[in-house]
């Protein structure tokens, strides 16, 4: 046998380099190892990569929040609004006190084209945590691009002085 210049066989690089055991590595990894790989191709913004790579995780541990967030926004980011949409409703279904849950259920409905939806949320995200900005904004953004129906007539302006 051959020693390569690494010190170790040929053989033995050559099995490193088997597509077969690196699949079948991958299909060992925990949920958290997962998670924790497809939070970095989310940083990189490989954000299809990361939602393949979550959805294995979300396989493991279902109804687990964390990766449910990071799926969702991977989704979202790639532009699968609709598969964000189910995956922040199954967060919400975790957690119905997920701030972060309604902001991003919003969001999504948004990109379906569900605006007064999506307002709703927004007011449950304002009302979970009133101190973020975050949160304010897209409800105002969502407020103002609603459009005026007859069903539902602008409010009368408050008199001068008052």
């Given at each position: 046998?051959?020693?390569?210049?690494?010190?170790?066989?040929?053989?033995?690089r050559?099995?490193?380099?088997?597509?077969?055991?690196?699949?079948?590595?991958?299909?060992?990894?925990?949920?958290?190892?997962?998670?924790?790989?497809?939070?970095?191709?989310?940083?990189?913004?490989?954000?299809?990569?990361?939602?393949?790579?979550?959805?294995?995780?979300?396989?493991?541990?279902?109804?687990?929040?964390?990766?449910?967030?990071a799926?969702?926004?991977?989704?979202?980011?790639?532009?699968?609004?609709?598969?964000?949409?189910?995956?922040?409703?199954?967060?919400?279904?975790a957690?119905?006190?997920?701030?972060?849950?309604?902001?991003?259920?919003?969001?999504?409905?948004?990109?379906?084209?569900?605006?007064?939806?999506?307002?709703?949320?927004?007011?449950?995200?304002?009302?979970?945590?009133?101190?973020?900005?975050?949160?304010?904004?897209?409800?105002?953004?969502?407020?103002?691009?609603?459009?005026?129906?007859?069903?539902?007539?602008?409010l009368?302006?408050?008199?001068?002085?008052?």
């Amino acid at each position: 046998m051959v020693a390569a210049r690494d010190g170790q066989s040929c053989e033995h690089r050559d099995m490193q380099d088997d597509p077969a055991q690196q699949i079948d590595a991958e299909e060992h990894e925990t949920a958290y190892e997962l998670l924790q790989r497809g939070q970095a191709l989310l940083r990189r913004r490989h954000n299809a990569q990361a939602a393949t790579v979550l959805e294995r995780a979300a396989a493991l541990e279902p109804g687990r929040c964390s990766i449910l967030e990071a799926l969702g926004r991977a989704a979202f980011n790639a532009g699968n609004h609709a598969r964000a949409y189910d995956v922040f409703e199954a967060l919400l279904e975790a957690d119905p006190a997920s701030a972060y849950g309604h902001f991003a259920l919003a969001q999504s409905m948004r990109k379906l084209d569900r605006p007064k939806d999506a307002v709703v949320h927004l007011r449950l995200a304002c009302a979970l945590d009133p101190a973020s900005p975050l949160y304010r904004a897209a409800l105002d953004r969502a407020i103002a691009a609603l459009p005026e129906s007859p069903e539902s007539p602008a409010l009368p302006e408050s008199p001068a002085g008052e």
